[in-house]
């Protein structure tokens, strides 16, 4: 049986951001360093 894929992430480690410590949400197409907070101070 097929493993679906919601389960298939689930079970992947989790990243975490290197500044502030925060759990990163991976999305399928993006591979982000940084968690959005980290990011969206770094574009203003
Ligand atoms: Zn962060």
Same mark, same amino acid.
């Given at each position: 049986?097929?493993?679906?894929?919601? #389960?298939?992430?689930?079970?992947?480690?989790?990243?975490?951001?290197? $500044? /502030?410590? #925060?759990?990163?949400?991976?999305?399928?197409?993006?591979?982000?360093? $940084? /968690?959005?907070?980290c990011l969206a101070n770094k574009e203003e």
């Open positions: 049986m097929l493993q679906s894929p919601v #389960e298939f992430f689930r079970t992947l480690p989790k990243k975490v951001c290197p $500044e /502030c410590g #925060e759990h990163i949400q991976e999305q399928a197409e993006s591979y982000l360093f $940084e /968690c959005e907070r």
